[in-house]
């Protein structure tokens, strides 16, 4: 994606209404820990051929209301936005996958992190789609590469044949950003995208987190 493609999306982002995404279940790790990131998008007409970032947007590490900053963006393969039965009933903009008419695609976004060097991260995703996100047993891939972990949580389903599904994923170690590659079968229709990140720090750090907590527990008594 060349540098006009993504300062069109980030206009685009800031024009479009805000939205919650169907965040439906919390990422499986301490919400207090720090060093974490969440990013929405959601499929709309007004994004002509690409995703929107959704509110809320959570990423300390760039800003996608900064033209010059390293947003999270979005880059997809045999894809475009069209308007179908959405997951609760009602037409909806989704993205689908197959504009070829007879092949899957890809989607993949890129995730900017804490630049400092750590013991590990996590990420988590949810897909609210028409159709598996990982057929065929492929889950999503990371570059650089990660490994795929147990989905956290059950699909949630919804009405027709859509579901949001979730799975998580280890990076070793932590990268200063990653990208996280879904390769589709072909007719997917995809509502929205929820990725939470976590960067883990090294056990030292985490020793010195807990003793922090734990005075300022004492503190409160």
Known sequence: MNRGTLLTLLAVALLAPAAMAKDLNPPPWDPGLPNQTSQYWEATASSGTLFVVANPFENPYCDPS??????????????HIVQTTGPDGNEDWTW???????????VSIWIPNNPEPELYKLVFWQMTSDKSPTPAGNPPTTNP??????????PVKHSGDWYTY????QIVPNPRGEWITFELAYCTHIEEIVIKT?????PATLGVLACGALALRRRRR
């Open 66 to 79: 900064n033209p010059m900053s390293a947003a999270p963006w979005m880059t997809a393969t045999n894809a």
């Open 96 to 106: 689908h996958i197959g504009a070829d008419g007879q092949n899957g695609g890809t």
């Open 198 to 202: 976590i960067c883990i720090p090294e």
């Open 145 to 154: 590469p990660g490994t795929v972990l147990a989905p956290p949580y059950t």
């Open 166 to 169: 979730n799975g998580l994923l």
